[in-house]
Nanobody
């Protein structure tokens, strides 16, 4: 059974940093695309960053490029999202997700492509 558990959210002032973690189990880590998505109240869920775990290829939303960094620890089946220079508009529920399609070179930015989701962790950035 695939399980994704996020942690690391919280409240921070603008300009601060947070690191989110996502512990995965029940699947072969290197086979999947993994992603971080976020959803603010009244808005659609959007891709923040993705990583093709086997190759390490990463992609980011334009709004977070240069501020956020996605990484992984294959030995721990754990995904990370380092968030620096946080802005109030980064406030959202952040979700970890896995796309079980194997053999992908690039990960989809579309949330519907992802089969497994964590419960989410809240990030609140205040001015």
């Amino acid at each position: 059974q695939v399980k994704l558990v996020e942690s690391g959210g919280g409240s921070v002032q603008a300009g601060g940093s947070l690191r989110l973690s996502c512990a995965g189990s029940g699947f072969t880590w290197s086979s999947y695309c993994m992603g971080w998505f976020r959803q603010a109240p009244g808005r659609e869920r959007e891709r923040v960053a993705t990583i093709r775990t086997f190759y390490g290829f990463t992609n980011y939303a334009d709004s977070v490029k240069g501020r956020f960094s996605i990484s992984q620890d294959n030995t721990k089946n754990t995904l990370y999202l380092q968030m620096n220079s946080l802005k109030t508009e980064d406030t959202a529920m952040y979700y970890c997700a896995a796309d079980r399609r194997e053999g992908l070179t690039n990960c989809s930015p579309v949330s519907d492509a992802y089969d497994y989701w964590g419960q989410g962790t809240q990030v609140t950035v205040s001015s």
